[in-house]
């Protein structure tokens, strides 16, 4: 039996004496219907105690992976032919997002929602179920107990991946359980996981160069917070390439620090990031050479620039192009506010996405990848044309 050397892990005491016993059996180091070593010897071995060595041990007998000798004293590793009891989970895919209603109403919808009505879409064409849960599962370790059931996989929502310290914890009881995870998300730490977005450098380049078409020549971003995630980095890019090309100035984004809140159906919330958008718009748009075309975060900041514009004396659709992002525009409820319409949106492919993740879970299940980490970019489409006429 080989010595454990110390290592230092980001798991628990039990995630990794079940990790170490699978590899052992796995590796042949423990052969079918071999006897294993005592609790305290295990315990020795891999600097644990007893009652960590008991629990992992109970683990791997549930999974079916050793049995307990028919006197009680000693387990040894099942044999091949031992039939391994039915896990309730091994059809489920774990999916952890905020989403508190139900998914099939986002079925036709661009939101970021969609994601995870793509998600079950596809776990049900390929015979798979899915189960939804949010960040109170994390704070009462009802995730925990999920995995520790083994599903067949986790998957992470757009809204999780900021989620903090429960989140990167939930990851790394996954990781130790060898439960493949697959992200809908990029950023710091989640580069050891295989992950799918949409591509934002993609967008950015298909807007400007749409606004670049129409005769635009000054072109700002604008974003309606000061925070610079991955995407916003990749949008930049993208906006910059397309500037660029087309030997343009480039122009600096703007970013709006703590933009009053959007309230749905709310004319004071609409108002009054009218009025932030305008304090911040003044200078590029009253200038002898006023910025000719804005591109915003999303499409839920066109309405209130829109209105910011014409206080300004900008005439959106005539004097100014506003471009917005993720194409649900349609959605919000601020148009009884403001009638115009972008000149041109991005749609992500959020419903695409949500498939494409369970498609790669998959591959990963059946050791259809490398053991690098996927990372794969949805390019996302250009709507334009038909939305300047409010279609």
């Not at 006897?35 to 999974?63: C, F, N, Q």
């Not at 179920?129 to 059931?149: A, K, P, Q």
């Not at 790669?360 to 970019?377: D, W």
């Amino acid at each position: 039996m080989k010595r454990v050397k110390d290592v230092i892990q980001n798991n628990s005491p039990r995630s990794r004496v079940i990790r170490t016993l699978r590899d052992w059996i796995q590796n042949g180091d423990l052969e079918p219907g071999e006897r294993l070593p005592g609790e305290m010897d295990i315990a020795e071995k891999l600097d644990v105690s007893r009652g960590t060595v008991r629990t992992a041990l109970r683990h791997l007998e549930d999974d079916g992976i050793i049995k307990t000798i028919a006197n009680g004293r000693g387990r040894h590793v099942a044999d091949r032919e031992e039939k391994k009891p039915v896990n309730p989970l091994e059809k489920f895919f774990i999916v952890l997002s905020n989403l508190s209603d139900d998914p099939a109403r986002y079925a036709k919808s661009h939101a970021m929602w969609s994601v995870e009505s793509g998600v079950i879409d596809q776990c049900g064409r390929m015979g798979f179920h899915s189960m939804i849960l949010n960040t109170s599962c994390l704070r009462d370790g009802s995730f925990i107990n999920m995995v520790r059931s083994s599903p067949a996989g986790v998957l992470l929502s757009h809204n999780m991946v900021d989620s903090g310290d429960l989140c990167r914890q939930a990851l790394s009881e996954a990781t130790s359980m060898r439960i493949p995870v697959v992200i809908n998300g990029d950023g710091e730490g989640l580069q050891k996981f295989d992950r799918i977005i949409s591509d934002h450098e993609a967008g950015a380049y298909l807007l400007a160069k749409y606004l670049i078409s129409r005769g635009c020549r000054r072109i700002l971003m604008v974003w309606s917070f000061s925070a610079v995630p991955y995407w916003v980095r990749s949008r930049n890019s993208g906006y910059e390439k397309a500037v660029r090309e087309s030997g343009l100035k480039y122009l600096p984004p703007i970013c709006i620090d703590n933009l009053a809140l959007r309230v749905s159906g709310s004319r004071k919330s609409f108002e009054e990031r009218t009025r932030q958008y305008t304090g911040y718009l003044v200078e590029h748009l009253s200038k002898s050479d006023p910025v000719d075309a804005i591109m915003l975060t999303s499409d839920s900041d066109f309405y209130p620039v829109a209105a910011a514009c014409r206080l300004l004396n900008k005439i959106p659709g005539k004097d100014i192009l506003l471009a917005g992002y993720d194409n649900t525009w349609q959605e919000f409820e601020e148009r009884q506010w403001e009638e115009s319409v972008p000149a041109a949106t991005v749609d992500k492919c959020n419903f695409q996405i949500g498939g494409e993740m369970i498609d790669m879970l998959m591959a990963r299940i059946e050791g259809k990848l490398s053991g690098k980490p996927q990372f794969k970019k949805i390019k996302p489409q250009l709507i334009a044309g038909g939305v300047e006429n409010g279609k």
